[in-house]
């Protein structure tokens, strides 16, 4: 099933920031179309919607999320909602919370309490709905406001990522242990290097096209290269690739002709499972013997390992292609500029940077909301709306 606490952290995260000394948080509110996961694996999931809204107050913040999934049921269907709020103080040492599950407008769970932190960071939450429960927090445990806000912190301080625990009150349970990345790969992954050899792959590709006559980049060398570096992160055989390399093109073509994508993806998925067995049984020094070592230690499950190898799959792949292609083409486009970074080559990371911004392989924008009103072509935009 999908993750509720997973995705409260990334809006939170998402949500943009006041240019105010105090680090705040802007007001922000939005609706964003999920979909679950079964066992693990995508596919043919349940549809449904994820609400989001953050207020501020004169002492603190209040956080609603709502999430509702209609459910094909024996009788028709179902409709589950997962509602909360939390109120958080502006210290981030005092959280009330309320967390409740309805199906079909029937109340089917209620979770709700106080947690206070004392001084020295550690505390208690205290339940009155199941009543007279405890739950200990330790030293270091934020609220979901107070993490936002110190991955704020930690970015303007130029740092990578934090650990954390977190604590919302959704259950009577510790804790939960997290990771927060910004814009770098975790510590613990740092030492994945990009594979040796890369260079000569590209080389390699280029010397099968060296002659008269025009080529086709594309097939060439733009779709083959990525998913070359790709697998060998991943650490995926030789002889496993020609599977890869299939399931990257269908997947990345957007057809689903007579439902045949989510069974590739059900492949995808039961291949990687193999394949995190296998680097549990024989670790090298590849990316996902990496993430095994940290789903083995509690800090990722199988399902995070498996779904991050196919988000690199889709998401690495596709976009690189792209960059390979608008970048060669940008550069035929302004000889000048191609004439320069050949008698530089110190310009290139600078340039690839430059194709990125200008001729961007992904055509979907982050989301973002005015921070104070503004006037564009004779149109008011109040603050607090959404920019596309």
């Known amino acids: 099933m999908l993750n509720a606490r997973l995705l409260s952290i ?85 959280l009330r919370f309320e967390h409740r599950s309805t199906t079909d407008g029937r109340e089917t769970s209620l979770v709700k309490g106080d947690a206070l932190l004392g001084d020295d960071g550690s505390g208690q939450a205290r339940f009155s709905e199941p009543e007279g429960q405890t739950v200990a927090l330790p030293v270091g445990t934020l609220f979901p406001v107070a993490i936002a806000r110190e991955t704020i912190r930690q970015a303007k301080a130029g740092e990578g990522g934090f ?79 020609p599977d890869f390399t299939w399931w990257a093109n269908v ?24 394949l995190v067995e296998r680097k549990r049984a024989t670790p090298g020094d590849d990316l996902m013997s990496h993430m095994v070592r940290a789903m083995e230690t ?21 976009t690189t292609v792209s960059l390979i292609g608008n970048g060669v083409l940008e550069l035929l486009r302004a000889p000048d500029q191609l ?9 290139l990371p600078n340039a690839v940077e430059e194709m990125l911004r200008y001729a961007c392989p992904v055509n979907i924008s982050a989301t973002r909301f005015t921070r104070e009103p503004v006037e564009l072509g004779g149109v008011r935009v109040a603050a607090g709306e959404l920019g596309i």
Do not use: W
Not at 254 to 262: H, M, Q, R, W
């Open 10 to 94: 990334a809006v939170l995260l998402a949500a943009p920031v006041m240019p105010a000394t105090a680090q705040d948080m802007a007001p922000h509110r939005a609706v964003y179309s999920v979909t679950t996961l079964e066992h693990g694996k995508p596919g043919d999931g349940v549809p449904g919607t994820y609400a989001y809204e953050l207020k501020l107050t004169c002492d603190g913040y209040i956080v609603n999320q709502r999430l509702r999934l209609e459910i094909p049921g024996p009788r028709g269907m179902v409709v589950s909602e997962q509602l909360s709020q939390m109120t958080e103080s502006r210290d981030g040492k005092k």
């Open 163 to 241: 650990d954390a625990l977190f604590f919302y009150g959704e259950k009577v349970k510790a804790p939960q242990s997290v990771n927060i990345v910004i814009g770098k790969v975790p510590k613990r992954l740092a030492t994945v290097k990009i594979p040796e050899g890369a260079e000569q792959l590209a080389d390699g590709l280029l010397d099968k096209i060296t002659g008269p006559g025009a080529v086709d980049l594309m097939p060439a060398v733009a779709v083959p290269l990525p998913l070359i570096v790709i697998c060998e992160l991943l650490g995926v055989p030789e002889h496993d690739r």
């Open 251 to 274: 997947i990345n073509s957007g057809v689903d002709e007579d439902g045949a994508l989510a069974g590739v993806y059900r492949e995808v998925a039961d291949y990687l499972g193999e």
């Open 298 to 318: 509690g800090v990722l499950s199988r399902e995070e390992v498996i779904s991050m190898a196919v988000l690199m799959l889709i998401a690495g792949h596709d």
């Open 339 to 347: 004439a320069l970074l050949r008698s530089d080559p110190a310009l």
